[in-house]
């Protein structure tokens, strides 16, 4: 199974502000839907929460809370507990949010980054990696555009 994870961050490494995102971009939306389409998705409650608890269409939606549990989902109480459950699945992506990022992180294989060119205020950050690029991350992909940036990074080390 490859764990890959999804990210949008800001030049600070800024992902969310007051438990929603600072910023509104329909392409990083699409780019979003385009990539995580038709794979299992693993998301903290406060992401599901976000939702309005609707599992988002097409992809196997699966979330940790150690306070709640949904019907609509499945839902675990660890992170052994979701990855025994996705064992089998080529390929999983880690949606956020920073807690699970942050737990997950040393298991991630592939990073989709969107880099948000312009700052914002936050209150939530995924974890700095970006001194490790050349030497753990290895930078596979990049798509610039003026607003934003899609890059996919591939693991070659664990540090
Ligand atoms: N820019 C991006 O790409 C992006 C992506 C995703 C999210 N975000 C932003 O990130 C923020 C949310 O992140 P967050 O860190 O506050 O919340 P989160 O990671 O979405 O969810 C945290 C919750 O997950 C549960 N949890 C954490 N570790 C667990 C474990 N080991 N086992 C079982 N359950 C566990 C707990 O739920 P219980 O309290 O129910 O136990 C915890 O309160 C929002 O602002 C959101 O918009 C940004």
């Given at each position: 199974?490859?764990?890959a994870a999804i990210v949008a ?19 990083d939306?699409?780019y979003f839907?385009?990539i995580t389409?038709?794979h299992?998705i ?51 992506f880690v949606i956020g949010?920073?807690?699970?990022y ?6 991630i294989?592939k990073l989709f980054v969107t ?35 899609f890059?996919v ?7």
């Amino acid at each position: 199974m490859t764990l890959a994870a999804i990210v949008a961050h800001d030049p600070r490494l800024v992902i969310g502000s007051k438990g929603g995102l600072p910023w509104h971009y329909s392409e990083d939306l699409k780019y979003f839907k385009k990539i995580t389409m038709g794979h299992p998705i693993i998301m903290g409650r406060v992401v599901f929460e976000e939702l309005n608890e609707k599992p988002l269409p097409g992809r196997e939606n699966i979330v940790l809370s150690r306070s709640k549990s949904y019907d609509q989902v499945p839902t675990f109480s660890s992170i052994e507990q979701a990855l025994a459950y996705v064992a089998n699945e080529e390929l999983v992506f880690v949606i956020g949010g920073a807690q699970i990022y942050r737990q997950l992180f040393d298991k991630i294989d592939k990073l989709f980054v969107t880099e948000i060119h312009q700052s914002y205020q936050g209150d939530t950050f995924f974890p700095e990696y970006r001194q490790d690029i050349g030497s753990v991350w290895k930078e596979i992909k990049r798509d610039d555009h003026p607003e934003l940036s899609f890059v996919v990074y591939e693991r070659m080390a664990h540090n």
